[in-house]
């Protein structure tokens, strides 16, 4: 099919990005299958805070009051110091942006989306890791490390920083270690004294930043960062020693405010990843094949828009797919819209990273109090770019 609409899309990346387009195709009256790497899985991976641009999203596909039956949303910011006294607040309504924003661990929404995915009959499979992509005769062929294989008329890589598709499109462009590693980890409600879940708190201390705030419904998450020269290798994460993370973080943390030397201690089970970004693509499409998600723009978590910016992008190409006859002009359009929104998040990213550096007793002062005035001045003000923001369907 040299032109015309789409008839069917093979969609690469079972994560958030690619199970969300599959159900804004179905909408839209799009044939569409995903095909995942990893086996299906639940209770994997940290926490996240889905703003309300990324909630936004979700509520046109039906799911943002199931989420929040289940996850925490979030009624306030606090900034602190390590001794916990406060430098800033910031409350949050729920109704400015026609959304809260809502704490919760990545499975959950994982679990969420998947779950809707195989409610509405839609060919969700696993255990299907991708090593060719091909173009030929208007029509695009996925090749998967088992022997089988997916044609369709397009194919969507949805499958995150560290991308098969993006490969195929751009083999000398990666995503790039910023120089952090992130640690998170949830722990009961009950075991951490003196918390408030529906606040979320991000702490700045001379030994480094760690946040907090409620997640899955009875449960707490934190998450911090090391900075670090490399990045782990992917037999190192796997590898975890829970006991020297333990270790590690108690030392850094123990003289931190409560509640965060008990989140840290009472922890099982510890979450690394590295914190890696796509600061610029020069493109994101070529022929039939089309980038979405972390595989377009892999954001640093320290921006907090990592999975809602990759709802956006699943939102938005399924609404072009259907409203344009031609899929080169979908995919120009996308390109064109998308990209300066996303890379200017990768920047704040960035900068945010950095604003959680190990500093000395002078450089702490200073950054206490520009962060108060910071507050004071900006109050949400500052994140009203993200999440005004708004996909018509």
């Known amino acids: ?75 306030r910011f606090d900034f602190r110091n390590a001794r916990g006294a406060v430098l800033g607040s910031v409350r949050l309504d729920p109704s400015a942006y026609g959304q809260p924003t809502v704490a919760m661990s990545r499975s959950l929404l994982f679990e969420t989306l998947a779950e809707e995915v195989r409610d509405q009959g839609i060919e969700h499979h696993f255990g299907k890791r991708l090593v060719d992509v091909q173009e030929h005769e208007g029509r695009t ?19 995150g920083a560290r991308s098969t598709v993006h490969g195929h499109l751009l083999p000398d462009a990666h995503a790039e270690f910023t120089g952090l590693i992130g640690i998170g980890g949830f722990v009961p409600l009950s075991d951490a004294p003196a918390f408030a879940p529906a606040t979320m708190t991000f702490v700045f201390g001379r030994r480094g930043f760690f946040g907090y705030s409620g997640a899955d419904a009875g449960t707490a998450m934190w998450w911090t960062n090391l900075f670090r020269d490399r990045e782990f290798t992917p037999s190192e994460l796997r590898s ?66 990592g999975a809602s910016l990759a709802l956006e992008d699943a939102m938005y190409l399924a609404r072009l797919l259907r409203d344009c006859d031609d899929f080169r002009e979908a995919y120009a359009r996308f390109e064109r819209d998308r990209k300066p929104r996303a890379e200017k998040v990768v920047a704040e990213g960035r900068r945010r990273g950095g604003d959680k550096a190990v500093v000395g007793p002078v450089r702490q002062w200073v950054r206490e109090r520009l962060i108060s ?13 993200l999440y005004e923001y708004s996909i018509g369907w």
């Open 1 to 75: 099919m040299s032109s015309g609409r789409s008839r069917h899309v093979v969609i690469v990346g079972g994560g958030v990005a690619g199970p969300a387009l599959a159900l804004f195709l179905k909408k839209a009256g799009i044939s569409c299958a995903v095909y995942e790497s990893h086996p299906y899985t639940e209770g994997v991976g940290g926490g996240l805070g889905l703003a309300p641009n990324g909630m936004k999203v979700l509520a046109a596909l039906g799911l943002a009051d199931r989420l929040r039956a289940r996850a925490t949303a979030i009624t």
């Open 141 to 159: 062929l996925a090749r998967f490390a088992d022997g089988t294989r997916a044609e369709g008329d397009l194919l969507v890589g949805a499958d």
């Open 240 to 305: 975890v020693n829970a006991d020297e993370v333990r270790r590690e973080l108690s030392e850094r943390f123990g003289g931190y405010h409560a509640p965060i030397p008990t989140l840290v201690g009472r922890t099982s089970e510890y979450v690394l990843m590295n914190a890696t970004d796509v600061q610029s693509l020069p493109a994101w499409h070529r022929g039939r094949v089309m980038l979405i998600g972390d595989a377009a723009h892999a954001v640093s978590p320290n921006s907090g828009q």
């Open 373 to 385: 005035l910071f507050v004071r001045l900006s109050g949400d003000r500052s994140d009203r770019w």
